[in-house]
T-cell receptor
Framework: GENVEQHPSTLSVQEGDSAVIKCTYSDSASNYFPWYKQELGKRPQLIIDIRSNVGEKKDQRIAVTLNKTAKHFSLHITETQPEDSAVYFCAASINQFYFGTGTSLTVIP | GAVVSQHPSRVICKSGTSVKIECRSLDFQATTMFWYRQFPKQSLMLMATSNEGSKATYEQGVEKDKFLINHASLTLSTLTVTSAHPEDSSFYIC??????????????FGNGTRLTVT
């Protein structure tokens, strides 16, 4: 089955700096890659997603890039704010969703 | 749209009792729902896939007799933790794919249930 790895597990950045979280996947047939943000004790919420026919997608301060050849995709958050602090999960989907292990992001004011 | 509601949000029960968790799709019909378990500071672990009108598909290592899943209608799936023990304490989250969606569409999550077994 699919194996999704996510790095780093923890990330601290100064407010205003950028944050990058990387994921790799193993199954080249995976074709959908969502990113979720989860605050403590709450449900994961979709923040951005990308499909395999696209290399990059941007939504305001958030962007995702996908390299199908290398089988990796990354989340980029620019101009980070304290409210961006949360756990972020990547996922790869083919016939079910496979989640990464999560990255705890802390934005220091 | 595509709202998933989960109830209860928190439950404390005594060891040996059973607990039922409900997952409802409020504004769409979900033929497929998923149940996840999440330990503190860890990722979402898929427990089972719930299909309306048929038996759930359990992931390897998940006891189907302990975690009973029923998906009796297109808007409701239930997870019953039977004979709960302290090691069953965890955060349980359901999710669903909206109609006409597929595995390349976003999952919509319920708000989760914090189960504590004493």
């Amino acid at each position: 089955g699919e194996n999704v790895e996510q790095h780093p597990s923890t990330l601290s950045v100064q407010e205003g700096d950028s944050a990058v979280i990387k994921c790799t996947y193993s199954d080249s047939a995976s074709n959908y890659f969502p990113w979720y943000k989860q605050e403590l004790g709450k449900r994961p919420q979709l923040i951005i997603d990308i499909r395999s026919n696209v290399g990059e997608k941007k939504d305001q301060r958030i962007a995702v890039t996908l390299n199908k050849t290398a089988k990796h995709f990354s989340l980029h958050i620019t101009e980070t704010q304290p409210e961006d602090s949360a756990v972020y999960f990547c996922a790869a989907s083919i016939n079910q969703f496979y989640f990464g292990t999560g990255t705890s992001l802390t934005v220091i004011p | 749209g595509a709202v998933v509601s989960q109830h209860p949000s928190r439950v404390i029960c005594k060891s040996g009792t059973s607990v039922k968790i409900e997952c409802r799709s409020l504004d769409f019909q979900a033929t497929t729902m998923f149940w996840y378990r999440q330990f503190p500071k860890q990722s979402l672990m898929l427990m089972a896939t719930s299909n309306e009108g048929s038996k759930a598909t359990y992931e390897q290592g998940v006891e189907k007799d302990k975690f009973l899943i029923n998906h009796a209608s297109l808007t409701l799936s239930t997870l019953t933790v039977t004979s709960a023990h302290p090691e069953d304490s965890s955060f349980y989250i359901c999710s669903a794919i909206p109609p006409r969606g597929s595995y390349n569409s976003p999952l919509h999550f319920g708000n989760g249930t914090r189960l504590t077994v004493t």
